[in-house]
């Protein structure tokens, strides 16, 4: 795992010890974080703030120049919002952690332009399952079922 | 123009008094509005909050079976993020104001069962056409330009 995606477990981790759900994402500008997040659900009772929303929103208004050479990571497969979030603003690779537990529109991501790499990282799967397991009814609350 | 577009649009005027951008959105559910929201990427320097956004937010968070009777009200044609939040919440239906402006991903959402409908209202475009005359680079960077 590279040190992004450590990185944005180390988010998720957070996450769980704040009660929370735990997803983390970064997003990386030239080799750099410029952004951290986590999902925030729990902790601020937010509909919207899912790790990718949470770290965009952490990394501040960047300029359209900035975006197109970022990579967004999260821990798991973003979801419509989060990856219509990337679309928006034309991240052209995401990195995701898993998408065993979660798949988002990857092949709508990928007709999009957007380059699309899934690790199957055994720790990011554990983290979810173990979570899922336990909260099953918040789990389906933040992704709408 | 029916009370749910008109409470919509008056969230965009309050959006432009606050010297923000005038888009601005309801949330409705069995004829009552659970949420209103206006763009807040100048007011709280968000990269996140298009008005849509900031209406789900403030909405709280609602159960799948609120979400799947519910509408959501845009002055404008949504983007690809609010799109996206739609998406994950599998809200059935969305009403924009107008599509002139700008025009998020309209195809995509009607082929994954949204019933989107647009209303070419005068007034709303006439606000984001006197906005963006005056505020070029702001709008911009609101969709990611």
Same mark, same amino acid.
Request: with cysteine; glycine share 10%; aromatic share 6%.
């Given at each position: ?5 450590? /990185? /944005?477990?180390?988010e998720a981790r957070k996450g769980l010890e704040e009660g929370g759900i735990p997803i983390g994402s ?11 997040g986590h999902n925030r659900r729990v902790q601020q009772g937010s /509909?919207?703030l899912h790790a990718?929303m949470d ?20 821990t798991l ?7 219509? !979030? !990337? ?5 052209? $690779? ?15 991501? $990928? ?10 990282? /055994?720790?990011?799967?554990?983290l979810m399952?173990?979570f899922i397991?336990a909260y099953?009814?918040l789990w389906?609350e933040d992704?709408?079922?």
């Amino acid at each position: 795992m590279d040190i992004y995606m450590q /990185a /944005a477990l180390a988010e998720a981790r957070k996450g769980l010890e704040e009660g929370g759900i735990p997803i983390g994402s970064v997003l990386v500008i030239d080799g750099e974080i410029v952004g951290r997040g986590h999902n925030r659900r729990v902790q601020q009772g937010s /509909a919207i703030l899912h790790a990718e929303m949470d770290c965009l929103e952490n990394a501040g208004r960047l300029s359209a120049a900035d975006y197109r050479r970022a990579t967004l990571y999260s821990t798991l497969s973003p979801c419509d919002m989060c990856s219509g !979030a !990337a679309l928006l603003y034309r991240i052209p $690779r995401i990195v995701a952690g898993e998408n065993r537990t979660f798949q988002g529109p990857e092949s709508y991501l $990928r007709s999009r332009g957007v380059e699309l790499a899934v690790l199957d990282d /055994a720790e990011c799967m554990a983290l979810m399952q173990d979570f899922i397991a336990a909260y099953p009814a918040l789990w389906n609350e933040d992704i709408g079922v």
